[in-house]
């Protein structure tokens, strides 16, 4: 088992849609988390850190459930612009693993 | 400006060279990472160090060699052992705690 596993994808929705991602961890000692954008052919980006009360920045909420250990990103409104890949990132003790990645992509 | 500079942005080589990828920070962060992606596919741990003078292995450490012998500087030597080189190679920093990561532009790195 990976141990960082997300939605595969891709997603593709029209400008305006809301749309969710899912990244489940198995390590429960798991201390942070992450969610990064990764255009194409460039480095990830951090996009937003994920809090235990959950948090919110404009369009995006990141939501932690560690009793599941799942990590969850809802973007809302969709823009053309959000179309990229979306990365889940989970720290253990020392490491950061990433999980595979899910394409969205938003159509006019 | 602080940031990871990895250099060069492309590099070629052909098969059964060790080749070394530079990744240097002025982040004065502690921890350093290198990381892999294949296209279509997530990033895959290779090396990580917290310290100076130390690193431990990640998930796909075969192949590759790594030193720390300065805070700024973590490079990556791809060797000949390593059956399938040619990706993209990203290298990460971090202050360590609960603070994310930043990355580098990357190296593409081809073998023929």
């Known amino acids: 088992r990976k141990e960082v596993e997300q939605d595969p994808g891709p997603f593709n929705v029209p400008e305006g849609a809301t749309v969710a991602f899912n990244c489940t961890y198995s390590?429960?000692?798991?201390?942070?988390f992450f969610w990064y954008r990764q255009d194409c052919r460039k480095e990830p980006k951090l996009l937003m850190s994920?809090?235990?009360s959950g948090n919110e920045d404009g369009r995006f909420t990141a939501q932690l459930n560690r009793a599941s250990q799942y990590i969850s990103l809802l973007i809302r409104d969709s823009k053309l612009s959000d179309s990229a890949t979306y990365l889940c990132?989970?720290?253990?003790?020392?490491?950061?693993?990433f999980g595979a990645g899910t394409r969205l992509t938003v159509k006019p | 400006d602080g940031g990871i500079t990895q250099s060069p942005k492309y590099l070629f080589r052909k098969e059964g060279q060790n080749v070394t990828l530079s990744c240097e920070q002025n982040l004065n962060h502690d921890a350093m990472y290198w990381y892999r992606q294949d296209p279509g596919q997530g990033l895959r741990l290779i090396y990580y160090?917290?310290?100076?003078?130390?690193?431990q292995k990640g998930d796909i450490a075969e192949g590759y060699s790594v030193s720390r012998e300065k805070k700024e500087s973590f490079p990556l030597t791809v060797t000949s052992a390593q059956k399938n080189p040619t990706a993209f190679y990203l290298c990460?920093?971090?202050?360590?705690?609960?603070?994310?990561?930043?990355f580098g532009n990357g190296t593409r790195l081809t073998v023929t």
């Open positions: 390590n429960s000692a798991s201390q942070s």
């Open positions: 990132v989970v720290k253990g003790d020392n490491d950061m693993r």
């Open positions: 990460a920093s971090t202050r360590g705690g609960y603070s994310p990561l930043h």
């Open positions: 160090s917290q310290i100076v003078n130390d690193f």
């Open positions: 994920v809090y235990s």
